[in-house]
């Protein structure tokens, strides 16, 4: 038995395998740089831990391989050479099997798994390789995405707006959970429910319309046979309080998909000094209803947002009594600015929130929302009225106002 032959081969094996490894452990070509994600970097660092793991498997396996061969080796000594044995030969590991002799069963079991090990290593690299090209193509794919959301348009809820007097902050107009059904369009955006009517849509809803001079806001849509019309204020379950000043009903309030009011400014912007068409829609609460229109025009806010009727419809909210040159006028008021036409009594601070009031009695749409009528007349002055559709103390049911701008 020829021992130092045989550990001779394992030595030079063992530094063959380590040549191999290097060698399939090489990077190949470099890719052009690109800056690396924080899962990238997990998942290559995860790859490097369980290769390093393996190789350090792989070389104490093999060291102790070869500390058995150099103990066999030095138990056997002169003996496994025996009398007259020849020097031993050179320390190719292909010696013995050019020879036609049989490695040691050590050797072979020592060979098996370092290519055991060689194929567990390729099976990482590949794995790391299918990560990285699935880490490529999910890059695309949000670079794709960011690239859409950075093409839609603003959206423009309204913003919280403090009052003077408490340092509170006012209601706003509540967010919505998804977008609405236009904001994707990278075209320019209807300037109000009209032209959109006109484009084609005929579905009722939330919409992204931008008047001119304007920047882009919500409205809810009502279409109707006779075109679309922008809701700007609805009740209907008490569920946000209207009872609010100045600056809230300025920038508007409430839920645009249950109770609100749209913003004075909004609606000025809406309207744009031109003629316009407003709809009330009356319920009280035996199921009746009620619809009026009329024609009107919206001012800004330097004329107070002071309403322009024709003479009829202005009789019936009380505004005969002022005139301006393009018919008679209502101002805007709340219980913080008194521009009704009351010299006596701030109507909005005697009933409550705030209202296009003339002498107070005759309308009152925004004021305390009751869910029954109460028995007292002096509380169901301070509720919801149309004085000339179920009487001044009468609190109604629900209500929603629309305003539809006439084509320019």
Not at 92 to 113: K, W, Y
Not at 217 to 227: E, K, N, P, R
Not at 303 to 316: F, I, R
Request: net charge positive; with cysteine.
């Amino acid at each position: 038995m020829r021992c130092a032959p045989t550990a001779g081969a394992a030595l030079v094996l063992c530094a063959a395998t380590a040549g191999l490894l290097s060698a399939q452990a090489r990077p190949a070509d470099p890719e052009p740089q690109r800056p690396a994600s924080w899962d990238e970097v997990n998942v290559l660092a995860h790859g490097l831990l369980q290769l390093g793991r393996g190789l350090r498997e792989h070389v104490e396996h093999t060291r102790g391989q070869l500390d058995e061969l150099e103990r066999r080796l030095a138990q056997c000594g002169a003996a496994c050479r025996g009398p007259g044995a020849t020097p031993a030969p050179s320390r190719d590991p292909g010696s013995a099997v050019a020879r036609g002799e049989e490695p040691p069963e050590t050797l072979r079991g020592l060979q098996t798994q370092l290519r055991a090990q060689n194929t567990r290593i390729e099976q990482l690299f590949q794995k790391v390789a299918k990560q990285q090209r699935h880490l490529e193509k999910q890059h695309l794919r949000i670079q794709n995405l960011q690239s859409q959301v950075d093409h839609l348009p603003p959206m423009h809820l309204g913003n919280g707006v403090l009052d003077p007097a408490g340092r509170k902050r006012l209601p706003k107009m509540a967010r919505l959970v998804g977008p609405a059904p236009n904001a994707t369009r990278l075209h320019r955006l209807p300037r109000d429910c009209q032209e959109l009517f006109e484009e084609g849509e005929r579905q009722s809803g939330l919409f992204q319309i931008q008047p001119q001079g304007s920047p882009p806001f919500l409205v809810t849509c009502q279409m109707a046979s006779d075109g679309g019309w922008t809701v700007i204020q609805r009740r209907l379950n008490g569920s946000v309080d209207f009872n609010q000043p100045w600056e809230a009903y300025k920038a508007g309030f409430g839920d645009p998909q249950g109770e609100f009011w749209l913003g004075l400014e909004k609606m000025h912007r809406l309207a744009g000094d031109r003629d316009s068409r407003l709809a009330v829609q009356l319920r009280d609460w035996e199921g009746n209803t009620e619809s009026l229109r009329f024609p009107a025009r919206l001012g800004g806010e330097d004329t107070d947002y002071s309403l322009q009727l024709a003479a009829p419809v202005a009789t019936e909210l009380g505004a005969a009594a002022s005139s301006t040159p393009s018919g008679l006028s209502l101002p805007f008021s709340t219980w913080d600015q008194d521009h009704d036409l009351r010299g006596d009594l701030n109507c909005a601070k005697s009933l409550s929130g705030g209202w296009w009031f003339g002498t107070c009695g005759h309308s009152n749409l925004n004021g305390q929302y009751f869910h029954s009528v109460p028995r007292q007349r002096r509380q169901r002055k301070k509720g919801i009225f149309w004085r000339t559709w179920r009487g001044r103390y009468y609190p109604l049911r629900a209500t929603t106002v629309l305003l539809q701008p006439e084509a320019a």
